[in-house]
DNA sequence: GTGAAAGCGCTAACAG
DNA sequence: CTGTTAGCGCTTTCAC
């Protein structure tokens, strides 16, 4: 028998009744509903999502893409998806992402296909257009952050901007030998990130009248990757920039951790500027460009939510960014 | 018109039959099972996992409560349950739970009390004793990892053994002179861990006849956490000890951090140990203990899915701790 | 404002 | 081996 016919039982009302009392759709008499929820407390009653989805088309869940979860702005951006999502009541599965792969197909043929969610979002992951194809067909709302997708509202930092305006802050401090580490281009998994950051770069010192020849270093996108690449950069000190431009506040405090350990000081003989916004900067004096994955993640759900919203504003469908902000953390020094 | 029917129909069989290709369950001669297979794939055919889940009561899907997500331990556990249970067919909803508050009742009453989930695995969260028996009234198999929850499955490693391992070793090195940097006892978020490394630590001193007074310092589980400790406690050269056991690696590595910025050399003039296995274990010349997540969270998965089984073995109830190993990333010294 | 009835899409008996 | 029959627990018309 089902839960729900116990409480009406109880309350002596149908099962519609009672229905329309517990979910609050539907008109009710006040006494009524009373009643009927005073009933459901006794037994103890939880609806079932399963039923009740069965019928609505609902599933007051989201599917949440990523490919990493343990690097800081992956991380914070799921802290916040799961906040934001909850309070509005509903839950979020996950799925990490692997690089192409049958266990990637998997996820896309076999659980992101069937229609187990509301909408999906998909965190700074470089879809193919058969994934992107596969998610639209779904006909739920699909939400980017990190990088276009075409057809879909997409919550991005401007990162051509971001990375120009790093390089020129450091140009403007009177430096001219400036490098610049970043991902490498080949590696899929970080969406355009790594070509537009570069780009930003490039155009800024291009702007300057600079070569930009060899200026570029490509490493892993992460602490041991910007140390690994800091450890062969500065090793020869009479070809050691005195500024760097990192791509990711996690490659530049590799950077800067390798730099110590060669004995140079930072920021005084080595100006290290990075875009993340990350914990970590102001105990390594790092200058950083704030990425705001909070806000970006906050956006993306309401920008998810109006969508499923009955009165759906076509407006929300265009590309909306997050702001960018030059932050200073701390100091950066000109060249000696 | 249900979806399976439409395959029925087109593959010129019952409802039954299809359902019983298409899923593997029951008798089906191969040519019809070739038959309806096609006709599912011709017209895009995907099962609703609602529907099959209102009927057979299991959803595909696990529950996993977390308190962090950020910190490399829990991060690191996190992608090695999300990869156990989607290569056995199962997606993960994640709920990161907050301290005690009406946002983690909500959690608790609202989210995981509905029969959404096959079970539920719980990492490194401290349970109350309502919430133990609201999982428990689920019916379902709960799983721990990171310590012990009355009646349930846990994976834990010895948090007293490795303490005091790491403490003995520094002792073994000739060092007296010891602190333990932890966490905060009044720190609900982190299970007994905190308590359980402070008490190997006591034993190890104690057992060498070291006096244990004042030796234990507590601050924030995080490398800017161990950071301020490790600026507060090396900054009077007269009061430094000569080595430190950190209750985790991130604190471990805040303490390097902030002795190198006070220009004490590590490991030569002061000793670190921690716990975790941490990937910047090796950059920052740090002596670890693995706790290895990816082990007990795979274990975990096994666990449950074993309660899960038909054939479930009653004998897998137990307490089950992961190995623990002294993994010497690099050298500690003696004091000098 | 409330009740009765008709399914949502699927699987599990049970015959055949 | 396959078809028929009953629901799983809920929401939603549509009358009253």
Redesign the interface.
């Known amino acids: 028998m089902s839960a729900i016919a116990d409480v009406a039982r109880l309350a002596g009302v149908a099962k519609a009744t009672a229905s329309r009392a517990l979910s609050g759709r539907g008109y009710v008499s006040e006494e009524t509903r009373r009643r009927v929820v005073e009933a459901a407390a006794r037994i103890g009653y939880?609806?079932?999502?399963?039923?009740a989805?069965?019928v609505t088309g609902r599933?007051q869940?989201v599917g949440v893409i990523i490919p990493f979860?343990?690097r800081?702005f992956f991380?914070?951006v799921?802290?916040s998806l799961?906040?934001a999502l909850?309070?509005q009541?509903y839950?979020?599965?996950?799925?990490?992402l692997p690089a192409v792969s049958d266990?990637r197909e998997?996820?896309f043929d076999?659980?992101l296909?069937?229609?187990?969610f509301d909408g999906v979002i998909s965190v700074g992951v470089e879809l193919t257009d058969a994934e992107v194809d596969l998610l639209h067909r779904l006909g739920r709302p699909l939400v980017g952050i990190g990088g276009d997708i075409p057809g879909a509202r997409t919550i991005a930092i401007d990162d051509v901007g971001a990375a120009r305006l790093a390089t020129e802050h450091l140009l403007s401090l009177g430096h001219t030998d400036i490098r610049h580490i970043g991902g490498d281009q080949a590696d899929q998994m970080d969406f355009a990130v790594h070509t537009q950051r570069l780009t930003g770069f490039n155009r800024a010192m291009q702007a300057a009248g600079l070569p930009i020849d060899g200026c570029f270093t490509p490493c892993a996108f992460t602490?041991?990757g910007g140390?690994e690449a800091g450890l062969a950069l500065f090793g020869d000190p009479r070809r050691r920039p005195t500024a760097v431009f990192a791509a990711s506040d996690e490659i530049a405090i590799?950077l800067i951790?390798a730099a110590?350990d060669l004995g140079i000081q930072v920021p005084s003989e080595l100006s290290v500027i990075g875009i993340d916004g990350h914990?970590?900067a102001?105990?390594?004096r790092l200058t950083t460009i704030e990425q705001h994955p909070r806000n970006q993640a906050r956006m993306a759900v309401e920008s998810l939510l109006a969508a499923l919203a009955p009165d759906a504003d076509p407006a929300m469908l265009g590309l909306r960014r997050a702001p960018t902000n030059l932050v200073m953390r701390s100091s950066t020094s000109a060249p000696r």
């Open positions: 939880v609806a079932s999502p399963n039923a989805s069965l599933t869940s979860i343990s800081w991380a914070e799921l802290e799961e906040q909850l309070a009541g839950d979020m599965t996950l799925y990490n266990e998997r996820i076999f659980f296909a069937r229609k187990r602490i041991p140390y590799g951790i110590r914990p970590y102001e105990m390594f």
